[in-house]
């Protein structure tokens, strides 16, 4: 069970750095850096987005601890 | 060597989590106020030096009915690259070139485009002579670019084209050429060519009947000049002697313009100055009672250990080192606090103060990042002075005894 939800951690994670490169990279941005969608909109998902990436690898890290820890209390 | 998590500090504050939440918001607080405000404050003066390195003219002259207009404020124009166009003849222009004590002058010719409603903005765009200007080469040159040939531009940093893009104005196409350094006003949305294209591009907007000035030949009017003042005479003689003797203009310090801009960027530089002072002053207070009455209700806690056998020392050291821990974590939280919802959004912030605003490079950012963690953590260490100094001297047999 550890095992499943430490992959879905860690696919949440992958996906917060790809929605990440959504606005500018994937998807043109408007010609003045001084409109909303580069004022606001991009460090608003970019913002976000990080922080998905951060809860999503602290989750990974700790359901594969657990994981560890009950195949050792399962093996001994 | 002993595990932090062994230490008596971290287990007091383990086992206080709704009182040791508390105090690192206030670390939070105090660490997240001084970084956000070093970072406007750098901001706003780093925009301010831009401007003025951008200056180099100290004379401005303009057409003297573009000084009635209350739509157009010269000095954003010409200071800033704020909207607005006006033109005067050429010939008169030539005069005031002419003028004893000009050492060097330049014409500079502006249009603004128009917006083509969703989604868009107007552009300034800003003509200049190659041969004579002294105020924009400097800076194409500071950025590594070359002067625009025929049918070229130069645009702003905000403006996402690159050199190699084609951009189309009034149905003429120019090619861009270089892209500028950022300066933090609007200037940086802006777009620089040369005389020829400005001119092609005046005709055309004339054309389509979206020039609201009444121009009959674009080669034969200019916008403003700019001059520098020789050595041997004084800005005010020049500026005095055009007024006088050429009409229909009007001739203005640029130093005296740039007043008005430098006010209003002190006066929102002293606000923001003022407001993380007080944020920060009001946290430390609050810390140094906080830290005061925590310690006093654990007065026989700390009785307790000093009967174990704790030295006056090792009980002074615990309470320093909760209040260290508690302004670490606190002013780490304060600090990616401001990294993650202040520094991205310094564009935005800029455009609402709508002065100049120029955010400073990752390299200082970093620098006051670091510096903020550490007034946070030496905010909270001075806070538990004086109350640890206290609990260290108090007797324990009397603290023992109080009900």
Redesign the interface.
Known sequence: MHGVKAGLSFAIAVQGAVCALLPGTFIP???????RC???MR??V??LC??LVIAGVLGSVVHIRQCGRHHEKTDG | MKKLTDSLSFKNIKNRPGRSMALVMLCALLSFSVFCGTLVVRSLSGGLESMKRRLGADIMVVPFEATTKSDIALENVVLLGNMGYFYMERSVADKIMAREGVERASTQCYLSTVSSGC?S?P?QIVGFDPETDFTITPWIREGGGAKPGDGEVIVG?????FPGDTLTFYGVDVKVAAKLAETGTDL??AIYTGENTIRRLIQASVDLNLNTQKVSDPAKVTSCVLLSVADGYSVDEVLNDINIHVRKVKAYRTSGMMETITSSLASVSWFSGVLAGSVWLFSLVILVIVFSMNVNERKREFAVLRTAGASAKQVARIVTGESVLLSCAGSAIGVLCGL??VV??S??IG?MLDVPFLRPGALQIALFAVLSLAAGIACGALASTRASHRISRSDAGLALREA
Do not use: I, R, W
């Not at chain 1, 408007?30 to 409109?35: G, K, L, P, R, Y």
């Not at chain 2, 940093?157 to 084209?161: D, I, T, V």
């Open positions: 941005l408007c010609m003045m850096q001084s409109m580069h004022t606001l460090p608003a970019t913002v990080v922080l | 989604c903005l552009v940093h905000k403006l996402n084209a940086d949305t993650f919802f991205p959004f564009g935005l455009e």
